[in-house]
């Protein structure tokens, strides 16, 4: 594994609302993707629009850039949609309620071929941060939600006082890497057999009290593991990125750009591996020559994961995890 799962929580929590705004790697992104969305005409789709901070700059840099924005939060959308509108750019975005993994289906419905761009921001998002409603973060005490759209689909409540004590073990020890994950688990079907779960605090607390006290003086707020997996779990988030990395790869025109910004090794073992897969050569070592029709259809642009600069972490703390990893078309696939 690259690094230990992080999640930016204490980071964004303690940070005013200016500063979490600020989109991540900005510099680097609209660089990585110039040259595929220069020309006239160029589509890029921002997979997980967010507050559009990425895509307003490519708006802004790009005056004859088609942006197709995806998010699953209408919050988000009605934001970034004012943002973008105020910015003038609002005859050439058009954003659409989808998770990411629906980029094939969103690109047919508006009957679009292929695109020079997609832009993946994972995790989440400034706006889901600072609303304490949403019960994303263990720092304040909330309704136990965790929902990217809050109108559908499980809360984290319902995974958390549903799930057996072995499911929730797996959940917290795969997508949280929690070592006490076993323990947690115990605690919260011990716990709620006397009351169910629904507010974040008491989790947050239980979660606390579960883990030995020399462990909690290290590592930052003891909960930030579990959260996160739960997180994950809810949003089914590693599982949706499965889908949509390929599904992006394949709209790709020739010459097109995938930029994407994890935030934990989990994200980022992902991405690697599927990138890397695309920019392997699939000729067998017997063969002579390479065949044309199994040589690679990705060139990686990006030299593993980048990392922000050290002046970008002490502006914008939430980066410090950040990588960003990018590839290229070269070919169409046979």
Sequence with gaps: MDEPPHDPFEEQSTMSSSAVHVPVLLERVTELLAPACSAPGAVLVDATL??????????????????????????????????????????????????????????????????????????????QLDRPDRGFSYSADAPLD?????????????????????????????????RFAARIAGAIERER?????????????LVRSSIPAATRRTGGHPAKRTFQALRIEVNDELGVLERALPAALDALAVGGRVVVITFHSLEDRIVKQTLAAGATDRTPPELPVPVPELSPVLRLV?????????????????????????????????
């Design 193 to 205: 057999r006397r009351e169910p779960f629904t507010r974040t605090g008491r989790l947050a607390e």
């Design 146 to 178: 965790m929902r990217m759209d809050p109108t559908t689909g499980r809360t984290a409540a319902d995974v958390v006082n549903t799930y057996s004590a072995g499911e929730l073990t797996r959940v917290l020890r795969v997508y949280g890497e929690e």
């Design 50 to 127: 967010g507050l559009a901070g990425h895509s307003l700059a490519m708006l802004d840099a790009h005056p004859g850039l088609r942006l197709v924005g995806l998010d699953r939060d209408p919050d988000a959308r009605a934001e970034a949609a004012r943002r973008i509108a105020a910015a003038g750019h609002a005859d050439r975005a058009t954003l659409v309620p989808a998770v990411f993994d629906e980029l094939p289906q969103v690109l047919d419905s508006l009957g679009i071929d292929e695109v020079q761009g997609v832009l993946f921001d994972l995790g989440v998002s400034s706006l």
């Design 302 to 334: 990006t030299r593993g994961g980048e990392a922000p600069s050290e002046a970008e972490v002490a502006a914008n703390p939430r980066s410090a995890s950040a990588r960003v990893r990018a590839a290229e078309r070269i070919r169409r696939a046979a």
